[in-house]
């Protein structure tokens, strides 16, 4: 489907005040200035800003046009699968993920997009471990991040720095 601009800014505008209000609820630490809803604070502004310009543009720009259109590239098979991909991919690393930890369920999701945007197997799975393991170190290692690992709790130690 195809929908009109002006959902898509209303869209934002809703999320990012949602993640604005969550952000401000956020305990913010004695012994600091900013606490940890200053990054989602700056991101739920971001998205107020623009969904509200791409609200208030398709108001002003297109008057008549059609608030739901179905796209041409969903009669493909093909072209569905790669846009339905993504969107299915949090649902799954959500279910999936604490039992099989970060680095496999992003190593699988990964390389499921790859190969379905038309990269060859083995591309894809070198591509996605090598991905999931730079990831990996990005996130615990240096950001501190609490991961998931999975069956991989005994090999954590190596991953980190």
Request: hydrophobic content about 55%; some cysteine; glycine content about 10%.
């Amino acid at each position: 489907m195809k929908v009109h601009d002006f959902f898509i800014g209303a869209f934002f505008l809703i999320i990012g005040s949602g993640i604005c209000l969550y952000a401000s609820q956020l305990p913010v630490p004695h012994h600091v200035k900013y606490g940890p809803g200053v990054f989602p604070a700056i991101i739920g502004t971001g998205m107020i800003l623009v969904g509200a310009a791409i609200a208030f543009k398709s108001l002003s720009v297109a008057k008549g046009g059609k608030w739901l259109e179905r796209p041409s590239w969903l009669e493909s098979p093909k072209a569905a699968i790669r846009f339905w991909i993504i969107p299915a991919s949090i649902p799954f690393y959500m279910l999936v993920a604490d039992s099989f930890g970060f680095v496999l369920t992003s190593m699988v999701i990964m390389s499921s997009m790859l190969w379905v945007r038309g990269v060859s197997p083995l591309r894809a799975i070198i591509t996605g471990v090598a991905v999931s393991l730079v990831l990996t170190v990005l996130f615990a290692s240096i950001l501190k991040v609490p991961l998931p690992w999975g069956p991989l709790t005994g090999i954590s130690g190596h991953l980190l720095w």
